[in-house]
């Protein structure tokens, strides 16, 4: 891998693969929609030479192809919000092929465990039958099916699996983001779902190495491949780090089916969460084995140091009044 793009790199997994490319030196092009936060990004990382900054819109192929001149990986890491998914979510996808296919690129799809359906062994590996009985789940496996397609035929793709994550470059869109921010303003915060319950996380920066060190393999691709996390930790145990790390313990509230429904009435996006709080409930872990097997060991920050180094960034986010990704 010699030039990369990443489309969607100033959102939570994009701007961590951005900034783990540059880490390694690759020449890298961050493709968004706002110059603003692409310079914010850039700004950053520290402007390195090697970084360069797109403007384009990733639903419009054209743009991709014009910015993505001599690069051989496209990472694609745009997506639509919870409430757009079943009309979006496959154009979206078909543009980013499209572009690929034109230049002859291979791509790197960022997707997350909602195809798998409800959980049918201890751990999921990729070969774990998928039978999604959500909505989103469906429109996930119509997406993966899409970019399998032999329509496609000069260019490969791999599709990495996250469990829910969390980081420093992570947003007010992802489960705990929202959560980690209130908390780190010393503000009364909300979780999402069932918080007794351990669960899988990962944290971003890991979840860049271990995406980045795929792609840069020619036999990895034409394949699912699982990017597990440092283990599972309940919500109570989340939320008692993020409170140590910020030196603040305000109340912190478990939403769950009725409290979203009644968010949702003014928030749409939030109303979209409920058919998902299965998983709160009956938590899915990755399997670790093939990575392990075939790359070698997984990266693992604790949640101690990853959720520290998380309130650490969105305080200081906070205190420059600068909100980035």
């Not at 078909?94 to 960022?110: K, P």
Request: overall charge neutral; proline content about 5%; hydrophobic content about 40%.
């Amino acid at each position: 891998m010699k030039r990369a793009i990443v489309i969607g790199a100033t959102g939570g997994t994009g701007a961590a693969i951005t900034e783990e490319l540059i880490r390694r030196g690759i020449s890298t092009i961050a493709f968004g929609r706002s110059r603003q936060k692409l310079e914010q990004l850039a700004v950053k990382l520290g402007y390195p030479d090697h970084l360069l900054i797109a403007v384009g819109d990733a639903f419009r192929s054209e743009d991709i192809i014009a910015a993505s001149q001599g690069a051989d990986v496209i990472f694609h890491c745009a997506n639509v919000p919870y409430n757009e998914m079943e009309s979006r979510l496959i154009p979206l996808g078909e543009s980013v092929m499209a572009a690929a296919e034109h230049l002859g690129l291979n791509v790197v799809v960022i997707d997350g465990i909602y195809p798998y359906g409800r959980r049918q062994m201890k751990e999921v590996t990729e070969e774990h039958p998928k039978q999604p009985h959500t909505r989103k789940g469906k429109t996930r496996l119509a997406y993966e099916q899409m970019l399998f397609s032999t329509r496609w035929s000069r260019t490969q793709v791999m599709i990495v699996r996250l469990p829910d994550y969390y980081g420093p470059s992570a947003n007010q869109a992802s489960y705990l983001g929202s959560t980690f921010e209130a908390i780190a303003k010393g503000k009364m915060a909300f979780f999402i779902g069932n918080m007794k319950v351990p669960r899988e996380y990962i944290y971003l920066p890991d979840a860049a190495v271990m995406v980045v060190e795929l792609a840069s393999r020619e036999t990895t691709y034409g394949q699912n491949w699982n990017i597990p996390g440092s283990g599972i930790i309940s919500g109570h145990d989340i939320v008692r780090l993020a409170q140590k790390a910020a030196g603040r313990s305000k109340p912190v509230m478990a939403l769950g089916k009725v409290g979203l429904s009644v968010i949702g009435l003014g928030v749409p996006v939030m109303k979209e969460i409920v058919e998902m709080l299965y998983l709160p409930e009956e938590p899915l872990i990755l399997s670790r084995q093939k990575y392990e097997e075939r790359i070698g060991p997984v990266v693992a920050t604790s949640f101690e140091e990853g959720i520290a180094l998380t309130i650490k960034e969105v305080s200081c986010r906070e205190s420059l009044g600068e909100y980035i990704f």
